[in-house]
């Protein structure tokens, strides 16, 4: 069975951590998970920026290096490929901060919690910029103009995550929403779906069912990598 896409809809794809599972990057929660060896509010949380912002630093270095050497996999190429058939019709949103979609083509994907190659400063407006830095044990915390700390773009837990307005608006648009390789259990995502519900067929790609399994027509199980490049039909 396939997603069928006609010229009507308007598709709706959120991405977690199981996406870029098959390209080398560690998801957060299960055997090998982030969150097995760090603890959230040690390394990605403004308390834990405020108290040791080297130790904030050093996470992110790490991450940026193990993200830094990844290549997108199939899955990716297919939601870029999907992107240049549907155009505006399909809304790509990612709480990945990885590059990876960018990287296998698509062109606008929406990260609402961040991009792990930008950093910002913690005081200021001054926009997010590209960064790949990694930042040695002791090094000096870079400074803005302005005298603030710069930070990684990242959406830390108790943070809003980025570009909600246009988020909702494009649920309560679409037709079509399929979650690809993300557990469900963290808010605001995991309630996309609920919202997408009941105007949209709501479909998930990964190897389990998520926590939120209950909200969607069909789960499609199996590694994004091997089921996202046949998975759809646009007519
Ligand atoms: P999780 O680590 O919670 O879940 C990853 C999901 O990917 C699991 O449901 C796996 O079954 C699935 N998965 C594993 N391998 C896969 C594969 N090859 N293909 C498809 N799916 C696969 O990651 P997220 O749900 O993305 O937030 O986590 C959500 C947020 O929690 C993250 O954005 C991050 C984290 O704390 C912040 O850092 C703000």
New binding site residues.
Partial sequence: MMIEISAADRVFILT????S??SGIP????AG???RTYR?EEV?SPHAWQRDPAMVWEFYSMRRRAAGAAKPNP?HFALAALESKLGERLFLCT???DNLHEQAGSRRAVHM??ELFKSRCDTCRRPPFDDSRTYEPRAEIPRCECGGQIRPH????GEV?YDLDRIFQALSDCTVFLA???????EP?ASFVARARGRARTYY????E?ANASAFTKSFL????GLLPNLFDCK
């Fill in positions: 977690g951590a199981g996406i599972a098959e998801t957060f929660r299960g998970g982030i969150w959230v990605a899955g709480q990945n901060v919690h961040g990242i959406c830390w837990f995550p690809v390789g993300t557990s469900g259990v963290v995502a790609v990964g190897p389990e998520p199996g590694k994004s990598g």
